[in-house]
C-alpha cells in the first residue's frame, strides 16, 4: 500500500505499514529486537542507529504526512529539536528564534547554548523586518513555532522561509500545535519540521516520542548526529505510535471543529473576557491562519472577567482535568502563569501578554455540550461563593 495518490486518513491507517507474510495479521507485526544478523557496516540493523524495521515503517509514515523525504523518531520532543539544532549549530554560530517557543525549547537555548559559545537572538517573528535584521554573518539557524503557546499567535510560515532562503540559511518549524493535519510547513517553502509526537501524534497521552522530517541530505546530517546522542524511542513506543497516527485525521478534524464551536461560545460568554483561537475572526492572526491552515486546532486560551478567580474555576471543572501536558483525546486545562511559563520573571509574562488569570484549554473530543456544561456548572458555584 504505497501508491501516491492515498489521502490523508488512508496515508494515517495504512503508509508505510509492514506487511505480515508469516501470519497475514491486519496491522504492523512488533519487532523488539535489538540484535540483528550482520550484513555489513553500513547496514546493520541496530535500535539507536534508527533502523529497525518498525522505526523504517513508522518513518516513511511521518514523512508522507509532512509531504517531506525522510524522518527520524525519537525519544521525546525535546531529543529531536536538540538533536535537529547541534547537528547545524557548532562554536562560533548563531541562530534567531521566535521569542514566544515552547517553555523546554527555550530552557535549551538559555542553559546549553552558552556552554558550547552558540550565539542566539530571540526576536518577534510576525515582523519579516525585524527577522531579517536580526540575521548576522554566523547565522546558521531561523527557528519558529506556529501557532504558538499560550497565545497561539500565528507566524507567516511562507515569509519566514523566505527570509531563510534570501539569506541562504536553515528554516526549522516546530509543527507540534498545528500538526500535519493542519498545516505542513515543508509545502510551504520551510527545510526541518519537528513535532513532540508526545501531543497530538501519539493523541492519547500515554507517549513519549519526537520526529523530524526533512530532505535525505539533511536528514543524513541530523542522523550522524543522533546517533552519537542516543535519543532513538524504543520499538514497543514506535509501535503504539503508529497505532495512534492511524487515528490522527479524524482526532484533529473533531478537536478543531470542538475548539472552533468552543471559542465561539466562550467569545459570547458574560463571564469570559478574552478569547485567544487563531479561527476567531477577531484573533490578531486570523488572516495568516486563513491563508496557511486547513484547520485552526485544537488548542485556545482564555481570560474570566474579572473578579473571577481562575484557579478556583479550574478546581471546579470537573469533566475538564488539570494537565500540564496537551493534545490528547480528552479536554485538559492550565494555567500558564503557574505552570509552564512559572519561570519567566512577572515582566517577561507581559511582555509576552500572558496575564496571571489566563487559561489554556487543550480541547479533547468528548461532545462540547457536555464541555460547556462543565464550565457553566464551574462558573455558578464561583459566582456564588464569590459573589
Ligand atoms: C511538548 C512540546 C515539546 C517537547 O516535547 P516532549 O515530547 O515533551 O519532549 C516541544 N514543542 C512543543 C510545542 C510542545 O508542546
Sequence with gaps: MQSKKMGF????????????????????????????????????????????????????KIAKLEHGEAALIFGSGMAAVSTTLF????????????????GGTANL?????????IEYTYIDATNAETVSKAIKKNTKVLYIETPSNPLLSVIDIEAIANIGKKHNILTVIDNTFASPVNQNPILMGIDIVIHSATKYLGGHSDILAGAVVASEEHMDTIFQVAKNFGGSLSDFTVWMLE?????????????????QEMAE?????????????????????????????RGYGGMLSFELQPGLDASKFQAQLSLIKSSMSLAGVESTILSPTLTSHALLSEQERADQGIKDGLLRFSVGIEEVEDLKQDITAALEVLKKEYA
Design 243 to 259: 497505532r495512534s497516527i492511524k487515528t490522527l485525521g479524524i482526532r484533529v478534524k473533531q478537536q478543531n471543529q470542538n475548539a
Design 265 to 293: 461560545w466562550l467569545q459570547n460568554h458574560s463571564d469570559i473576557d478574552q478569547v485567544y483561537y487563531p479561527g476567531l475572526p477577531s484573533h490578531p492572526d486570523h488572516a495568516i491562519a486563513k491563508k496557511q491552515m
Design 109 to 117: 537555548v538559555n542553559e546549553e547554548f552558552d556552554k558550547h559559545g
Design 9 to 60: 486518513n488512508t496515508i494515517c491507517t495504512h503508509y508505510g505499514e509492514i506487511e505480515d507474510t508469516q501470519f497475514q495479521g491486519a496491522i504492523s507485526p512488533i519487532y523488539l529486537s535489538t540484535s540483528y544478523a550482520f550484513d555489513n557496516v553500513d547496514t546493520k540493523r541496530y535500535p539507536r542507529y534508527f533502523n529497525t524495521p518498525n522505526q523504517e515503517a513508522l518513518c516513511k
Design 87 to 102: 547537528a547545524f549549530i557548532k562554536h562560533g554560530d548563531h541562530i534567531v528564534l521566535q521569542r514566544n517557543i515552547y
